[in-house]
């Protein structure tokens, strides 16, 4: 049985449509006060569910809604409950980096397990090693396939894939090896949370066709910022930004507008309504790979190769 939440009702319609299977329905509601309230409208008793909640810019609302529906699931004996979290909010605060800082992306996931998931699957955490936050199986996506087809189609000539910061270094380095590009990154420094400075650009770029390679764009500021630089450091005017998770909180659109890429490439695993769109912006959706993932989960069958 597959289960919307309420945050991307057009990406669970889609990997159902793709399933060729229907959403099963559920009662979502809140009181006058703000509480949640959730439950599926048919029975669960032994079965296998999935339920597809990925976070917004309403994360504490979305994560809220989705700890109570599988609270719901749990507690009406269904056999085995899948989440399928697209973007796995808190995903940056993953570490102590300055003293006293919490490890959020630890606590969502014990808090979705002791709501009830037996299994995660998401996309592009944003550290390889959060896998380990989670006791219990989590399948960690990569969008990687999908970019790699994408820039395949696009011949790019002096093609250099670009990091803004070091983090991101070794699956642009992926990317780059890949696609036959070169590769550079840059030396960023964070002042404020969302904000960041583009220090210096490490590679050569003087001349290339960039392809800036993120997974996340939040207010947009680092990918700006790195474009700045590499303009600087005399890369063509003409670039591309790529990234996962198109989060694009305020002022993330009209920075990018301001930029003038000449594309920029995303997946569906947030939700995109019209105000977030603009010309030049290009949504490639996950719903084909998260329905394959979902129909091999459920059959007991691989998902390695869907994986990489
Ligand atoms: C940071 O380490 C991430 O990979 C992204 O670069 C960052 O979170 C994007 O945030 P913003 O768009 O607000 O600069």
């Known amino acids: 049985m597959i289960f919307s939440g309420s945050s991307h009702g057009d ?78 909010a808190y995903s940056r605060q993953d570490r102590v980096s300055v003293p006293r800082e919490p490890i959020s992306a630890k606590l969502v996931a014990d808090l979705l397990s002791t709501a009830g998931a037996d299994h995660v699957i998401t996309m592009n955490l944003h550290s390889g090693q959060e896998q380990g936050f989670f006791d219990y199986p989590v399948d960690n996506l990569s969008s990687y396939g999908l970019f790699v087809d994408y820039l395949k189609k696009k011949k790019l000539k002096d093609m250099v894939i670009v990091s803004p910061d070091a983090g991101g270094a070794k699956e642009a380095k992926k990317v780059a090896d890949e696609v036959g590009a070169g590769i550079a990154f840059i030396h960023k420094h964070r002042v404020a949370f969302n904000v960041s400075k583009a220090m210096e650009v490490i590679g050569n770029v003087k001349g290339k066709t960039c392809v800036i390679y993120d997974d996340i764009i939040d ?52 939700p995109l309504p019209k105000e977030k769109q603009f010309p030049g912006l290009k949504v490639i959706s996950i719903a084909p790979m998260m329905a394959k993932i979902i129909e091999n989960v459920h059959s007991d069958r691989s998902v390695s190769q869907i994986i990489k």
């Open 219 to 270: 207010t947009g500021g680092s990918v700006c910022n790195a474009r700045e630089a590499l303009i600087k450091a005399g890369a063509n005017k003409e670039m591309y930004l790529i990234a996962t998770h198109p989060v694009f909180s305020d002022p993330a659109v009209q920075r990018l507008k301001d930029a003038k890429f000449k594309e920029v490439v995303v997946t569906d695993s947030v």
């Open 11 to 88: 990406l669970a319609a889609a990997i159902a449509k793709k399933m060729g299977v229907p959403l099963s329905k559920t009662q979502i509601s809140r009181f006058a006060c703000g509480e949640t309230y959730a439950r599926p409208i048919e029975t669960v008793r032994g079965r296998d569910v999935f339920i597809i909640q990925t976070t917004t810019h309403d994360v504490n609302e979305n994560l809220m809604e989705l700890f109570i529906m599988l609270d719901a699931l749990k507690r009406s004996f269904a056999s085995k409950i899948h989440v399928v979290m697209p973007y796995y």
